[in-house]
């Protein structure tokens, strides 16, 4: 169903180039599927010669894409992403992919801290949680998922290392969010992803939770690939990566609880693991 992006849709209105950069060159695009490439002034190179072995989907979180792409492109935001996924299916490039774009900001994912120099930012127009969070239109989530999948072959991009903004700066991000369709994207062979256990009364982990099974769980979301210490004190920080966690894997209730479906499905999650990665807890 979202395997392919008709060549119709990619192109609707102008496209909104901010000014400053009206005249940049240009450069060839990494993708076939990329209709405009706006070029940002926000790059550099990837740490040691690093290749990338992730993605990082975001939101743009913007009123518009107008906005979006200024902020994005121009020099002095010290923000940047490699593509840019409209409502419309259209996808816009903005750095090359063997570059460093500044999209993961302070994050970490499975001990790494410098995520901008071993993954592939990608912006996904869309108000967020600020502007009354809509949903993803079908036409850019089959964008997405074609995007996704040309990287996944282009880098051979583990599916557990496609993760969301929120998963690896849960502290400071949100986006894409609870209404971002994961499960799409993994019926179509991106991202690792399983049904989420459903949400049953009973006994939960919760901010002031202390214990052995506290650290069993902050053990558990590190394994994944949080970064989280195990304390076995349910604190502030911890409360932080549950939510993320059920941003994106049990969306259905996004409250920062460690409730009995929260548990499951990370357990769930880790048994489903390739064998390499369940094993050592990296790449």
């Not at 195990?230 to 920062?256: I, L, N, S």
């Amino acid at each position: 169903m979202f395997a392919s992006v008709s060549p119709d849709i990619k192109r609707r209105r102008p496209l909104p180039v901010p000014k400053a950069i009206v005249g940049m060159p240009t450069f060839v695009p990494d993708s076939s599927l990329v209709s405009d490439t706006v070029p940002s002034l926000n790059f550099g190179d990837r740490a040691k010669g690093r290749q990338p072995d992730m993605i990082v989907l975001h939101y743009t979180g913007m009123p518009d894409v107008e906005g979006a792409l200024a902020r994005l492109c121009t020099s002095g935001t010290e923000v940047s992403a490699h593509y840019v996924v409209l409502e419309d299916g259209r996808v816009v490039q903005c750095v090359q992919e063997s570059k460093r774009a500044w999209h993961a900001g302070v994050a970490s994912w499975a001990g790494e801290e410098d995520i901008n120099s071993c993954s592939i930012g990608i912006e996904i127009v869309n108000r967020g949680h600020d502007w009354g969070y809509p949903a993803f239109p079908l036409r850019q989530v089959a964008a997405v998922i074609a995007l996704c999948r040309g990287i996944i072959h282009r880098r051979d991009i583990p599916a557990h290392r496609i993760v969301g903004h929120s998963d690896v700066a849960p502290a400071r991000k949100k986006d894409p969010g609870e209404k971002f369709p994961w499960h799409s994207l993994a019926d179509s062979g991106v991202g690792h992803w399983i049904r989420p256990a459903p949400i049953v009364a009973g006994e939960v982990l919760k901010t002031g939770s202390e214990g052995d099974d506290v650290r069993a769980l902050q053990q558990s979301l590190a394994r994944y690939g949080y970064g989280i210490k195990a304390t076995g004190k349910f604190d502030t920080a911890t409360m932080e990566v549950v939510t993320a966690f059920q941003r994106h894997f049990r969306p259905a209730k996004v409250d920062g609880i460690a409730d009995q479906s929260t548990l499951t499905t990370l357990h769930a999650l880790l048994d489903s693991l390739p064998a390499q990665k369940a094993s050592n807890g990296i790449r």
